[in-house]
């Protein structure tokens, strides 16, 4: 089983940062992917952000500019995004998202993002 451990949301008013952060474990498997989606109430979960194993990045044209993805150097199996200039849009569940080469997915349980303007 892989777990996908996700840090950093909560409150900040419009204008502020925050940092997520994802830690996976368990029985990891050549990880292709790992990376953030967004799900805000009433909407369907949307890609944020995303790393290759190869290091290549992708992103949302709403967060480009404002938000960073980046991995751990040490520890391959941990990503960040760093989220700056926060809007109130922007509030949803954020939810680690890994793919592994074989096409399994695993998502963690979700944190909370709230901006208030």
């Known amino acids: 089983q892989v777990q996908l451990v996700e840090s950093g949301g909560g409150l900040v008013q419009a204008g502020g940062s925050l940092r997520l952060s994802c830690a996976a474990s368990g029985r990891i498997f050549s990880i292709n992917t790992m990376g953030w989606y967004r799900q805000a109430p009433g909407k369907q979960r949307e890609l944020v952000a995303s790393?290759?194993?190869?290091?290549?990045?992708?992103s949302a044209d709403s967060v480009k500019g404002r938000f960073t993805i980046s991995r751990d150097n040490n520890a391959k199996n941990t990503v960040y995004l760093q989220m700056n200039s926060l809007k109130p849009e922007d509030t949803a569940v954020y939810y680690c998202?890994?793919?592994?080469?074989?096409?399994?997915?695993?998502w963690g349980t979700g944190t909370l993002v709230t901006v208030s303007s």
């Open positions: 998202h890994l793919r592994n080469y074989g096409g399994t997915e695993y």
């Open positions: 790393i290759r194993s190869t290091g290549n990045t992708n």
